[in-house]
C-alpha cells in the first residue's frame, strides 16, 4: 500500500507539472488569440498614437527622405561603375515633384488624407481583414472607398493642392514658360503644366487650365480600390485568375488549436485530482500549489516580455530595417510595437494575479484545514 501511495503521488506530481506548463501556453495562445485577432486592439493603438492627425506629417517625411535617399552612401561598393554616387538621375519620381520640400508634401498630403477620412478607411481594412479571418474564404478581398479623396481633390481644396505643386517649382525662363504656355493652349498632360512656376498674372490665367488638369487625374481615379489576394487554400485546382496567389495556409486549424488549448490543462487537472486528491486538505493543496506557481509563471512571462522585444528588435530586426525608412516612421513603428505588446502583456498581468491569489488562497486554506485537523488529533 505503501508503494502504490508513493506512486500515486509521484504520477500525481507528474500531472501537476503537465497542468501547469499546458495552463501556462494555452493561457498565451488563448490570450494571443482574443488580442490580436481582435481588431479593436489595433484600433486602440492607432488612436493613442494619434496617427491620423500624424499621418500626413509622417508621410511626407517618408517621401521627402525616400526621394532623397542614396543607398550608394551607405555601401559605396554596391554602386562601383554606376557613375557619380551611383545614382540614376532617370530614374525615380518626375522632377516637379523631386522639387516639393517636406512642409510642401505636408501641406499636400493635408489636404487629401484627412483624418476622417484615412480613419474611416483605416478601420475598415481592419474590419474587413479580420471578417475575413473569422470566414470560411479563401480569398482576401478589401475594398477602399475613394469616394472622399476625389473629393478632397475638388474644389477650392483642389486648387489650393495644385498651387502648392506649382509655387515648389523653380521660377520660369523665357523658354520655359513659351513651352508651359504652348502646352497649355493644346492637348496637354498634367506633368507639363508642371514644368515651372510662371509670374503671377500668369498663373491667373492658368488657374482653369490647371484645375482641368486635376479633374482629368480626378477622372481617371475609381472610386473603389479592391486588393485581391488568396491567402488559403491553393494547390493544383485553385484558380490561376487568383490575383497574388500566395502558399495555403489552414489558419482555421490554427485557430481551433488556439481555441481548443485549453481543454489539455483541464484534463491534467483531473487526472490530477484522480490520483493526488483523498481529503479537502489534499484537493486544496494539489490545486492550489499548481495554479499559485502557475500564476507566478505567467508574471514572469509578462515581466520578461517587453525587455524580450527590445532585446528581439535590437537583434533581429533593427539591423535588416532599410536604409530608405525615414528613422521617424520607424520611431512610430516600434512606439505601436511596443503599445501592441504592452497592452498584452496588461492582460496576461492581469490574469496571473488573479491566478496566484486563487492558489494562495487555496494553499492557506490547505494550511488552515490541516492546522486544525492536526490540533484535533
Partial sequence: MKFLGTCSKVISVGFATAFVISALIALLLVNLQNHYLNPDTYKTVLDEQNIYDRLPAILSKQIAYSITYNPCLENPEQCEGEGMGGVDENNGPPTYLKNLTIEDWELM?????????????????????????NSEEEKLSITISLVGLKANLT??????????????????????????????????TPDQLLLCRPPEEVMDGLAPTLEAALDLVIDDLPDQAILGKKLFGGGENASASTINEGPGINFQTVRSVMRLSL???LIFLVLL???????????LFWWGIPFMILGISALGVGLIALPMLDWGLGTFV?????????????????????????????????????IVALGIIMTGAGLIVNYTSTKKA
Avoid at 484615412?118 to 474590419?127: A, G, I, P
Avoid at 485530482?273 to 484537493?283: K, M, N
Avoid at 520611431?331 to 503599445?339: A, P
Fill in 109 to 133: 498630403l493635408s489636404h487629401i488624407l484627412t483624418p476622417e477620412w484615412t480613419k474611416s478607411q483605416t478601420e475598415s481594412v481592419l474590419d474587413q481583414f479580420f471578417a475575413f479571418l
Fill in 155 to 188: 474644389g477650392q481644396k483642389g486648387m489650393e493642392f495644385m498651387r502648392i505643386l506649382v509655387d515648389a517649382q523653380p521660377p520660369c525662363t523665357e523658354t520655359l514658360l513659351g513651352l508651359l504656355l504652348d502646352a497649355a493652349a493644346g492637348d496637354f
Fill in 263 to 265: 481543454f489539455l490543462p
Fill in 273 to 283: 485530482t484522480l490520483f493526488g486528491v483523498r481529503s479537502w486538505r489534499g484537493f
Fill in 318 to 354: 533593427l539591423d535588416r530595417i532599410p536604409g530608405a525608412i525615414d528613422p521617424d516612421l520607424l520611431n512610430l513603428l516600434i512606439d505601436s510595437t511596443e503599445l501592441l505588446v504592452q497592452s498584452f502583456v496588461r492582460v496576461i498581468v492581469n490574469q496571473a494575479a488573479l
